[in-house]
């Protein structure tokens, strides 16, 4: 069993930077791929981010390309998500879960489907 606690959100201004950070237990956080989700109110939660077990392979959803950076450090048992160029759009409480996988599957969408265990979320709200 791993448990996954969620800390570095906050209230941003638009263009703004934010790391979240994801910090596990458990014996085995370094086998397996970490995401990071997010839902904003009224909307289903969605992917955001993955990166493989080792950390070498990352994936991130179109909409966070070339702003969000995911990384682990799994001497740490943590990994981060770094979100630059904030939008009001990337308001939302942001979850971080493990994957059913360790390497990311070539040409397979990460959803909800492959997490296991979430941790609670935390919330960034971005303004105008």
């Known amino acids: 069993q791993v448990q996954l606690v969620e800390s570095g959100g906050g209230l941003v201004q638009a263009g703004g930077s934010l790391r979240l950070s994801c910090a596990a237990s458990?014996?085995?956080?370094?086998?397996?791929?970490m995401g990071w989700f997010r839902q904003a109110p009224g909307k289903e939660r969605e992917f955001v981010a993955v990166?493989?077990?080792?950390?070498?392979?990352?994936y991130y959803a179109d909409s966070v390309k070339a702003r969000f950076t995911i990384s682990r450090d799994n001497a740490k048992n943590t990994v981060y998500l770094q979100m630059n160029s904030l939008k009001p759009e990337d308001t939302a409480v942001y979850y971080c879960?493990?994957?059913?996988?360790?390497?990311?599957?070539?040409?397979?969408?990460?959803?909800?489907?492959?997490?296991?265990?979430w941790g609670q979320g935390t919330q960034v709200t971005v303004s105008s």
């Open positions: 990166v493989s077990w080792g950390g070498a392979e990352t």
């Open positions: 879960a493990t994957l059913r996988f360790g390497s990311i599957p070539p040409g397979v969408r990460v959803g909800l489907g492959h997490a296991s265990f």
């Open positions: 458990g014996r085995t956080f370094s086998s397996v791929a």
